[in-house]
Structure formats: structure tokens, C-alpha cells
């Protein structure tokens, strides 16, 4: 499975930004597809996931702000981030996770549960 990301860039703080994740070599659909983020010097973050079922999980401090969604059509996942603070400035990273049971239990907020990563795009905010 290859993954491609774009959409990163410069922004001024209360602005916008959509990522988009090209995935092919594999079935889109089945995985759940998450974003992560690194900053220098940190590890990497989890962010937001939609999995298989449609079913969302996002970390707290982008709740509100960020929207995960996919279009299995385009095997394409997507995260659409708003009201962008200078904290999230990093590299993003979409990762899949070809696990997925479509279980409503099933969660995948770990970097470990992703098989595959994209080479992340770099998103910087300025004050």
C-alpha cells in the first residue's frame, strides 16, 4: 500500500487547511485510515481516525476543530482542519491500518497499529 499526502503549507493562525491522503496497492475500504502529527523533538501524535464502518475517534486537543472523512470512490481519506493554532505546526502523516474487524469496538489510536505511512506533509502556522 502506498500513501501520498498534500494539502500542507503555510497559514496564519485562525485559518484553514485540507489534507488529503491518496492511497493505491491495496483495498481502501476495509482499512481504517488515521492522521498523525510530529513535531521536532516529539513523538508522534495521534489525531484523528475513521475506520472502515465510518466510525470517528479524534484526540482532544483537535476535537472540534478537525474533520476526518473518507471517499472510498477516490481511495482518498481527508482531514479538513480549522481555527489552526501555531501548536499545530509539525509534519503530518496519514497512516492505514489493514486490521480493521469493522468491530464498533475496534480501536486504532496508536502509531503501532498502522502498517502503512504515508512520507507526511509539513503544516506550519504562523502567529
Known amino acids: 500500500v502506498q500513501l501520498v499526502e498534500s494539502g500542507g503549507g503555510l497559514v496564519q493562525a485562525g485559518g484553514s487547511l485540507r489534507l488529503s491522503c491518496a492511497a493505491s496497492g491495496g483495498t481502501f475500504s476495509a482499512y481504517a485510515m488515521a492522521w498523525f502529527r510530529q513535531a521536532p523533538g516529539k513523538e508522534r501524535e495521534f489525531l484523528a481516525v475513521i475506520y472502515r464502518r465510518l466510525r470517528t475517534n479524534y484526540a482532544d486537543s483537535v476535537k472540534g476543530r478537525f474533520t476526518i472523512f473518507r471517499d472510498n470512490a477516490k481511495n482518498t481519506v481527508y482531514l479538513q482542519m480549522n481555527s489552526l493554532k501555531p501548536e499545530d505546526t509539525a509534519v503530518y502523516y496519514c497512516?492505514?491500518?489493514?486490521?480493521?474487524?469493522?468491530?464498533?469496538?475496534?480501536?486504532?489510536?496508536?502509531?503501532?497499529?498502522?502498517?502503512?505511512w504515508g512520507q507526511g506533509t509539513q503544516v506550519t502556522v504562523s502567529s
Open positions: 497512516g492505514a491500518d489493514s486490521n480493521d474487524s469493522g468491530s464498533s469496538y475496534y480501536t486504532a489510536v496508536g502509531p503501532h497499529a498502522y502498517e502503512y
